[in-house]
């Protein structure tokens, strides 16, 4: 049996760690596992990477890739009997899917800032074409909202660490500057604690910094980094058995969803 995995940029550290485990459960349970990458964030590549899978002759599909709802179901019928799991659409998106809660994600970030007392919070979100980057977004304005605070600034980013780098350096520069960044990636995070160092600013004294992911090296950036934890090794445990277990000639249309909690993980860049 082989199981085709759809995916986003594989160069970006997320994405990579998902498929990794996807692979791993995948073989455990006796698996192949084909990949097809897509070049650019749209439902025509999102749809010829299918087309790449189907051509394999693939019993199952996984979609690392993030869709909106209507194109999450114009992905299903494109892929008639064939069984299809989504790793990153909307929590009410009404297809079969195996997510990390962005609402939890964002609360917990939020609470934690507000928790040590900063107010004057900025946001450096990832890209608004991709679903997951917009429901950290809303999470956080809504958090934010329920204690009646707006973020001091916002500037939207694309994931990589350069990315974080440039809009943290014009955030830095306008007044008030935050005391606080939230900021929806770890690798743009990255590109934050640079850009603070070399402004002369330190972390976490004078400026907190909290990523999203906790990806493998996380705990590695100087000072090491406070984020909020995806379990990616469970996503690819828990959405490859999801989808093996679908697998067979009485596979119906799936509608379920496996919505798994974030974990905030302290260490030195807040205070
Ligand atoms: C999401 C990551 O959190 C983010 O860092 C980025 O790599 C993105 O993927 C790429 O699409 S995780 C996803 C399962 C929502």
Aim: glycine fraction near 6%; aromatic fraction near 6%.
């Amino acid at each position: 049996f082989t199981l085709g995995l759809a995916t986003t940029e594989l160069a970006l550290h997320a994405p990579s760690q998902i498929a990794s485990s996807i692979k791993t459960r995948a073989n455990q349970l006796g698996f192949n596992v084909v990949i097809s990458m897509i070049d650019n964030l749209s439902l025509p590549a999102c749809r010829a990477a299918v087309s790449e899978l189907i051509a394999q002759r693939v019993d199952g599909v996984m979609i690392n890739v993030p869709l909106a709802t209507q194109e999450a179901q114009s992905i299903v019928e494109f892929c008639g009997q064939l069984p299809v799991m989504f790793l990153d659409v909307a929590p009410d998106a009404p297809v079969f899917k195996t997510l990390f809660d962005p609402y939890c994600g964002a609360k917990q970030g939020v609470d934690h800032l507000l928790q040590l007392g900063h107010r004057q919070i900025a946001l450096v979100t990832g890209p608004l074409a991709s679903v997951s980057a917009r429901l950290r977004y809303e999470g956080w304005l809504h958090e934010l909202s329920q204690q009646q605070i707006a973020p001091c600034a916002t500037r939207h980013g694309d994931w990589s660490a350069a990315s974080g780098y440039q809009l943290a350096l014009s955030l830095l520069s306008a007044s008030p500057r935050p005391t606080a960044m939230l900021v929806a990636n770890d690798q743009m995070a990255l590109g934050v604690l640079r850009a603070v160092h070399e402004y002369g600013l330190r972390v976490p004294e004078q400026i907190s910094v909290v990523g999203y992911d906790d990806t493998e090296d996380s705990a590695y950036f100087q000072p090491p980094l406070t984020t909020i934890k995806q379990d990616f090794r469970k996503l690819g445990v828990e959405s490859v058995s999801r989808l093996v277990e679908g697998l067979g000639p009485h596979f119906g249309p799936q509608q379920d969803s496996l919505l798994l909690p974030t974990l905030l993980v302290v260490r030195n860049t807040t205070a």
